[in-house]
């Protein structure tokens, strides 16, 4: 990947050799100090080329990825399901809008996938329709929560425990 930083190579006696970025050797020098593996020198006029000891400065790798993105937008948005107003990042309700027809943004993936089951439930839709419903096979391996599958998972529960007891 080209960034236009200056590099050299570093050479070793026995034969291996290292690239190293100018800038980040030239504020250890400054600094006296070995950088750490989290700080990220940053150029502050944005030139990778200028290495002025005055152009560079030391950040978290953190709040270098921050300065270097711009501001994200928010929304707020209605659950459609339970009401509640929330934030969101922009990018995350656009594919909501237009033409696609979708219900939502909803203000969490719990009211997404309530909404989606309580759907699928009026229209008579089994969740999954391969298994035998009502086992507690269907609830413990194919995560049904129906509540015939809730119900023979509790009775082989309760059973379990009265054979142990």
Not at 26 to 37: A, I, N, P, V
Not at 68 to 87: D, L, N, Q, Y
Not at 130 to 146: F, L, M, P, Q, S
Request: proline share 3%.
């Amino acid at each position: 990947m080209k960034t236009g930083h200056s590099f050299w190579m570093d050479y070793y006696s026995d034969g291996s050799r290292k690239s190293v970025l100018v800038h980040r050797e030239l504020m250890e020098q400054h600094t006296g100090r070995k950088l750490t593996s989290t700080e990220v020198v940053h150029h502050i006029d944005g030139d990778p080329t200028n290495n002025s000891i005055s152009n560079l400065q030391i950040k978290t790798a953190s709040d270098h990825a921050r300065d270097h993105r711009p501001e994200a937008e928010t929304v707020v948005i209605i659950c459609p399901f339970c009401g509640k107003s929330a934030e969101k990042l922009a990018r995350y309700v656009r594919h909501n809008q237009g033409t696609y027809n979708k219900v939502g943004p909803f203000c969490s993936k719990s009211c997404s996938g309530r909404w989606s089951r309580q759907r699928q439930i009026s229209a008579g839709i089994n969740c999954y329709p391969e298994i035998v419903h009502g086992t507690d096979n269907a609830y413990t391996y194919h995560k049904c929560k129906c509540v015939e599958c809730r119900a023979a998972h509790a009775q082989k529960a309760r059973r379990l425990r009265s054979s142990n007891a």
